[in-house]
C-alpha cells in the first residue's frame, strides 16, 4: 500500500493476505465509487449494480460462513476492507455494512433451512437487506420497543413501526425485532419479514444531510403474517442477536468513519501543499501544520483502537463489548473532527459541493448516532467498569 | 494447448506524481508506490480467460526482479494464474537490465515450460520499451501477434487483431507464439476475495537469470569523446566495427 518514507501506512501491521484484499478494495473504491461519490449523493440513488458488482468480489456476506456463499473472513479482514471501501463512497460502504451485519446474523442464529434460504441470496446481492431495530418510540432504549408479534398457528402476526430503517423500500429481506412476549429485552424475538408480504409497508423516503445513496424509510407493519419458520433462534432471544449483530456493526460503522478521516487527511494534505496566501503555501504555516499532525496523530490511533477492538470481537474475548463501544465512540468522534477540520483547511473551497470533503463530513456525521448513539456506548462501557464483578 | 506463461513487471504506480532523483541519476523508487504494470494487467486477464474457456490447462506468472517482485506475482495468483516464477535479479543488475536481457530469460523459460503461448504486455509504463515481446519472438524464433485488441485461438492457430498505426490489422499465426496485449483487449478483473486466499495456497518458484543459462546483462563501459569525423572513422577501423 501507499508507504510514503517515514509515514504510517493504514496497512502497516497487516499480513500479507490482508493488504491484498486492502488493495483490492481501495482499487474498487478509486474505479467503481469516487467517481460516482457524489452524483450518488446529488441524486439520491441507491447503486444496486455497483454493490453487486462488490458482491462478486465477495463483499456481500464478508464475515458469513463460505458454505452458504460467503468469504468467511476475520472482523480484522473486514475492517480493513469497510475502511478501503469507505474512501470511495462512506454512504455505499455503510449500507454494505449493514447488509453484511443481516446476512451475519441469519448465518449465525438461522437454522439450516434458513441459512440456506436467505445466505446464498445476500452474499451475491441478488436480495438486499434491512436491520430493523429502532422505533419512533424507542431509540436508544431499545428494549422497550413496542411492535407486537402475536402467534396464531404457525404465524406471527405483526404490529407496529420501525423508523429509520436503511434500506427500507428497496431492500428485500427485514430483520425485525418484535415482542412475543413481556415487557424488557426478554421478551423480543427476531424474525425475517420478507418484501411483498401482505401488511408490510413503508412511510415516506426521508431527506437527510448524508447517506444519501441509501434511503430510509419508516417500515410500517399492519396486521403482517409472518411464518413462524421465519423466526431466527428462540423466542426472547431477540434482543441478544440484535445486540451481537451491533457489536460487529459498530467495528464496521467506525471502520467506515476511519476510512473517511483517512481519505480527508490526504485531502487536506494535498491542499494545503497547493494553496498559497501571504506569498507561500499553506503547509508553511506552523498552525496548520501543527494541526494536520494532530489529524494524523487521532487517525492513527482510531486505526489502532479499532483493529484491536476487532480481533477482540473476532477472538470472544471477554472484554470485546466493551472494546467495541470503545472504538465505536472514539472513531467515530475523532474522524469527524478529522474530516471537518480537513474541511475548515480547504477555507470556502471546503463548504462547496465540487469538493469531497464536505461529503464526507455530511455522511460520516450520522456514525456518532446510529448503532447505538455515542452516549449509549459510554453507558456500555461504564456499566462494565462500574459492575460488580470488576 | 496446455501452458501459457505471462510476464508482469512491477513499476511505479500510474498515479503517483514521479520525481527525479538529488543526483539526477534515475527516478526516487524507495518508499514509492508500486503496482502490476498495467498492460500486464491486461495480459494476465487474457491468459485467465484463455482458460477459463478451457483452451489452455496452466496459466505460468513470471517476473524479474528483486524480492519486492513477488508482490506482484501474487496478485497474477489471486486473478487466477495458477503459479509463479520469481526470476531473481537485484540492486545494479537490476537497474541495468533491460528488454534483451528479459526476453532472453523469457525465451529460455518459454522453452523450459513447453510453453504454447507466451503473453506480455505491449510495453511497461516505466521505461515504455515496447521491445520485450518482440525480442522474445525473435529469440524463439516464433510468429508474433503484437499491439492485441483481441485474441482468439482457432485450433492450432491464433488469430489476432491488432491495433495498427492505420487502424486494425487482422493476422493468423501458428502456435507456438509471442502475443502482446494493447488497452483494449479485456477489461481486467479485481481478483476476488476468494481467489486472495487461495493465492495463498499457491507456488512462486525462485530461480535466477544463471539457472536458465542467462548471462548478467555486460558492464557498460564508458565511451571516449573524439574532435573530428575522420578521428571517428579512425577509432571505428581501429577496433574492427568498420
Known amino acids: ?390 | 494447448m496446455s501452458r501459457v506463461l505471462v510476464g508482469v513487471k512491477r513499476v511505479i504506480d500510474y498515479a503517483v506524481k514521479i520525481r527525479v532523483k538529488p543526483d539526477h541519476s534515475g527516478v526516487v523508487t524507495d518508499g514509492v508506490k508500486h503496482s502490476m504494470n498495467p498492460f500486464c494487467e491486461i495480459a494476465v486477464e487474457e491468459a485467465v480467460k484463455l482458460k477459463e474457456k478451457k483452451f489452455i490447462k496452466e496459466v505460468v506468472a513470471v517476473s524479474c526482479g528483486p524480492t519486492q517482485v513477488t508482490e506482484t506475482i501474487r496478485t497474477a495468483l489471486a486473478m487466477g494464474c495458477d503459479r509463479g516464477i520469481h526470476v531473481e535479479v537485484s540492486g545494479k543488475d537490476y537497474e541495468a537490465m533491460g528488454p534483451l536481457q528479459i526476453s532472453k530469460i523469457f525465451a529460455a523459460l518459454a522453452k523450459k515450460e513447453e510453453a504454447s503461448l507466451v503473453i506480455l504486455g505491449k510495453q511497461a509504463i516505466d521505461d515504455d520499451c515496447n521491445q520485450t515481446g518482440q525480442m522474445t519472438a525473435a529469440l524463439l524464433d516464433w510468429p508474433q501477434g503484437t499491439f492485441a485488441s483481441e485474441v482468439t485461438i482457432d485450433g492450432e492457430k491464433v488469430k489476432v487483431v491488432r491495433e495498427i498505426d492505420g487502424g486494425l490489422e487482422t493476422i493468423k499465426i501458428s502456435m507456438p507464439a509471442v502475443l502482446t496485449a494493447d488497452l483494449r483487449l479485456n477489461t481486467p478483473r479485481y481478483a476476488t476475495l476468494p481467489n486472495i486466499m487461495k493465492a495463498k495456497k499457491k507456488k512462486i518458484a525462485n530461480m535466477k537469470p544463471a539457472d536458465l543459462g542467462v548471462d548478467e546483462p555486460p558492464t557498460r563501459l564508458a565511451g571516449v569523446k573524439v574532435e573530428t569525423v575522420d578521428d571517428l572513422v579512425a577509432k571505428l577501423k581501429a577496433n574492427g566495427t568498420i
Open chain 1, 1 to 390: 500500500m501507499d508507504v510514503k518514507k517515514g509515514r504510517v501506512s493504514s496497512a502497516h501491521g497487516l499480513s500479507d493476505e490482508q493488504k491484498e484484499f486492502q488493495k483490492m478494495a481501495f482499487d474498487f473504491a478509486a474505479h467503481e465509487m469516487s467517481p460516482h461519490m457524489a452524483e450518488w449523493d446529488e441524486k439520491e440513488i441507491f447503486p444496486v449494480e455497483t454493490m453487486r458488482k462488490a458482491a462478486q468480489l465477495g463483499f456481500g456476506g464478508i464475515y458469513v460462513q463460505p458454505e452458504v456463499g460467503g468469504s468467511g473472513l476475520s472482523r480484522l479482514d473486514t475492517s480493513v476492507i469497510f475502511e478501503a471501501l469507505s474512501t470511495g463512497c462512506v454512504s455505499t460502504t455503510a449500507y454494505i455494512s449493514i447488509h453484511n451485519m443481516c446476512n451475519w446474523m441469519i448465518d449465525t442464529f438461522g437454522n439450516t433451512e434458513q441459512r440456506e434460504k436467505f445466505c446464498p441470496e445476500l452474499c451475491t446481492m441478488d436480495k438486499f437487506a434491512s436491520y430493523c431495530l429502532t422505533e419512533p418510540g424507542s431509540g436508544s432504549d431499545a428494549a422497550s420497543l413496542l411492535t407486537t408479534a402475536k402467534l396464531e398457528g404457525h404465524h406471527y402476526i405483526l404490529n407496529g413501526s420501525k423508523a429509520f430503517i436503511s434500506g427500507g423500500g428497496d431492500t428485500d429481506v427485514y430483520i425485525v425485532m418484535c415482542r412475543t412476549g413481556g415487557k424488557g429485552p426478554k421478551g423480543i424475538s427476531c424474525v425475517v419479514v420478507e418484501k411483498d408480504t401482505p401488511g408490510l409497508s413503508f412511510g415516506k423516503k426521508e431527506k437527510k444531510v448524508g447517506w444519501n445513496s441509501q434511503p430510509t424509510r419508516a417500515v410500517i407493519l399492519e396486521d403482517c403474517h409472518v411464518p413462524v419458520t421465519n423466526r431466527l433462534g428462540q423466542e426472547g432471544q431477540g434482543f441478544n442477536i440484535a445486540m451481537r449483530g451491533l457489536n460487529g456493526g459498530r467495528i464496521n460503522i467506525a471502520s467506515c468513519s476511519l476510512g473517511a478521516a483517512h481519505a480527508c487527511v490526504q485531502l487536506a494534505r494535498d491542499h494545503l501543499l497547493v494553496r498559497k496566501q501571504f506569498g507561500e503555501a499553506l503547509s508553511n504555516n506552523q498552525f496548520l501544520q501543527f494541526k494536520l499532525a494532530e489529524m494524523a496523530t487521532k487517525l492513527v490511533a482510531s486505526r489502532l483502537l479499532l483493529r484491536e477492538a476487532a480481533v477482540a470481537l473476532q477472538e470472544s474475548r471477554s472484554d470485546a463489548v466493551s472494546l467495541c463501544s470503545m472504538a465505536k465512540l472514539f472513531v467515530t468522534d475523532e474522524c469527524f473532527n478529522i474530516c471537518n477540520q480537513a474541511l475548515q483547511m480547504h477555507g470556502g473551497y471546503g463548504y462547496l459541493k465540487d469538493y469531497a470533503v464536505q461529503q464526507f463530513v455530511r455522511d460520516i456525521r450520522v456514525h456518532q448516532i446510529l448503532e447505538g448513539t455515542n452516549e449509549v456506548m459510554r453507558m456500555i462501557i461504564a456499566r462494565s467498569l462500574l459492575s460488580e464483578s470488576g
